[in-house]
């Protein structure tokens, strides 16, 4: 594939507003093992305290913010 056609395809791809909507207000993040989690993905309320799998270190909630989701 050329240039062009990269360009065309990357322009013709949809825009990340016209994502359905899944209720997801934002994702848990673990800084020290960079493990994101959805928070559609667990049974807590946004900002709530959530400890990551892995390390056991209270994960950080973020909130997503429009065209720059954390999702």
């Given at each position: 594939m050329g240039l062009i056609d990269s360009v065309k395809e990357a322009f013709a791809s949809p825009t990340p507003k016209s994502r359905?909507?899944?209720g997801s207000k934002g994702a848990y993040w673990c800084d020290d093992c960079s493990i994101r989690i959805r928070d559609i993905e667990l049974d807590?309320?946004?900002g709530e305290t959530v400890t990551c799998p892995d390390c056991d270190?209270?994960?950080r909630f973020e909130?997503?913010?429009g065209r720059d989701c954390a999702c």
């Open positions: 359905p909507d899944d807590v309320e946004p270190e209270e994960m909130r997503s913010s």
